[in-house]
């Protein structure tokens, strides 16, 4: 079955600058990617996703890409700021009759 | 929209206790998703159910635990007998289904169980 490696486990900022969290996964039928923050004492929120057809998606201050050949993925968060600081998860599926595959999360600290 | 609904939002518990959490589907969803969190173990996925039929439920960490789907929009997750390791958050999710994947969150159930 599928497996997704996150890293880094823990990463602190300085606000301003910028933050990138990598995930690989495994199973090279894997087609959709999201990503989750989670916020202290919260749900985890969706916060982008991506499919295999594209290589990099934008949202304001997040992008995430994606290299199918490799096998990995990438969030980047631009100009950080204090209410980035979080949790984040990455995940894969594929098409089939399957759950999303979560990595173990990434603890952001943006340092103000 | 209200968004995946779950209750009670806290429970706290004597051990041996039966604990039921309860999860509504965002309408529409056919996908519905059991998770467990906590600090040691991360987010577990405890069982799924797709329209109505739980597809794999071997995240389920015994026998203790039960989960149903008693009709398209509602879940419940049991807990008989509760015991102290059984304290996390548990959370529902749910999924729109067909080629659409993009799942969302209740705001969980943090259970306590004493």
């Known amino acids: 079955g599928e497996n997704v490696e996150q890293h880094p486990s823990t990463l602190s900022v300085q606000e301003g600058d910028s933050a990138v969290i990598k995930c690989t996964y495994s199973?090279?039928?894997?087609?959709?990617f999201p990503w989750y923050k989670q916020e202290l004492g919260k749900r985890p929120q969706l916060i982008i996703d991506?499919?295999?057809?594209?290589g990099e998606k934008k949202d304001q201050r997040i992008a995430v890409t994606l290299n199918k050949t490799a096998k990995h993925f990438s969030l980047h968060i631009t100009e950080t700021q204090p209410e980035d600081s979080a949790v984040y998860f990455c995940?894969?599926?594929?098409?089939?009759?399957?759950?999303?595959?979560f990595g173990k999360g990434t603890r952001l600290s943006v340092i103000a | 929209d209200a968004g995946v609904i779950q209750s009670p939002r806290h429970e706290v518990t004597e051990m041996g206790q039966e604990v039921t959490l309860r999860c509504k589907l965002i309408?529409?969803?056919?996908?519905l998703f059991w998770y467990r969190q906590t600090m040691m173990r991360g987010l577990e996925l405890l069982i799924y159910?797709?329209?109505?039929?739980?597809?794999?439920d071997s995240g389920m960490p015994e026998d203790r635990f039960s989960a149903k789907m008693p009709n398209a929009s509602f879940s419940t997750l049991k807990i008989q007998p509760s015991e102290p390791r059984d304290s996390a958050v548990y959370f529902c999710?749910?999924?729109?289904?067909?080629?659409?994947?993009?799942?969302?969150f209740g705001p969980g159930t943090r259970l306590t169980v004493t």
């Open positions: 991506i499919r295999s057809n594209v």
């Open positions: 999710a749910s999924s729109p289904g067909g080629g659409s994947y993009e799942q969302y």
């Open positions: 199973d090279s039928a894997s087609n959709y």
């Open positions: 995940a894969a599926k594929n098409s089939g009759n399957t759950p999303l595959v």
């Open positions: 159910f797709n329209n109505n039929v739980p597809i794999d």
């Open positions: 309408s529409g969803h056919n996908s």
